[in-house]
């Protein structure tokens, strides 16, 4: 079993940035691909960012790239995502997945930090 849990969201105005954390227990976040996700009122929820278990390899949401960086310490057992130039947009329960499925180590979610930006 592995547990997340999220922290770091909060009100800030448009422009402003935010770093969020996921802090790892259980098992080592070096054994999953850890990504933050986010849903809005009334939608679905969407990718944001991965970093693959290696460290070797990250990507983004369109929406993101350039904005959003993610990033993990080992050392700490935590996923952090640096988020700059938010936008109204960006407005959302942010949540951290680790999945490692593929090697029958499953899938466990964080129960969601709440990001709100002012216009």
């Known amino acids: 079993q592995v547990q997340l849990v999220e922290s770091g969201g909060g009100l800030v105005q448009a422009g402003g940035s935010l770093r969020l954390s996921c802090v790892a227990s259980?098992?080592?976040?070096?054994?999953?691909?850890m990504s933050w996700y986010r849903q809005a009122p009334g939608r679905e929820r969407e990718f944001v960012a991965v970093?693959?278990?290696?460290?070797?390899?990250?990507n983004y949401a369109d929406s993101v790239k350039g904005r959003f960086t993610i990033s993990r310490d080992v050392a700490k057992n935590t996923l952090y995502l640096q988020m700059n130039n938010l936008e109204p947009e960006d407005s959302a329960i942010y949540y951290c997945?680790?999945?490692?499925?593929?090697?029958?180590?499953?899938?466990?979610w964080g129960q969601g930090t709440q990001v709100t930006v002012s216009s």
């Open positions: 259980g098992r080592a976040l070096s054994d999953y691909d």
């Open positions: 970093i693959r278990w290696s460290g070797r390899s990250t």
């Open positions: 997945n680790a999945d490692r499925r593929s090697y029958g180590l499953g899938e466990y």
